[in-house]
């Protein structure tokens, strides 16, 4: 079992940049695909981006080309880059681990009901 804690959420300008980190304890952060998804209030948890476990990183197209998914092994911690963020962004942002499996080793699986282990959730506004 692997517990995950999220952190570095908080309020930011539009445009402006925040860096969310995952840490993990129980087990190798590297073993498991690797999820961002976030929660708006009045709406459904949506995924954001994934690192499979080969490492190939996918993201949502809201977020592509903004935000960047990254895992320091050593530090057993996942990594959501977020810059240009727009007020759409805000949300509560959720990490979350997914058991290997064989459909996950080469893309992280996008839906929320495949992942195994859930952070307790940061929250991001994003004001104007």
């Known amino acids: 079992q692997v517990q995950l804690v999220e952190s570095g959420g908080g309020l930011v300008q539009d445009g402006g940049s925040l860096r969310l980190s995952c840490a993990a304890s129980g087990r190798t952060v590297s073993n498991y695909a690797m999820g961002w998804f976030r929660q708006a209030p009045g709406k459904e948890r949506e995924f954001v981006a994934g690192?499979?476990?080969?490492?190939?990183?996918t993201y949502s197209d809201s977020v592509k080309g903004r935000f960047t998914i990254s895992r320091d092994n050593a530090k057993n911690t996942v990594y959501l880059q977020m810059n240009s963020l727009k007020l759409e962004d805000t949300a509560v942002y959720y990490c979350?681990?997914?058991?290997?499996?064989?459909?996950?080793?080469?893309?992280?699986?996008?839906?929320?009901?495949?992942?195994?282990?859930w952070g307790q959730g940061t929250q991001v506004t994003v004001s104007s």
């Open positions: 690192m499979s476990r080969s490492g190939r990183t």
């Open positions: 979350a681990a997914d058991q290997p499996s064989t459909n996950n080793y080469f893309t992280a699986n996008s839906r929320p009901y495949e992942y195994d282990y």
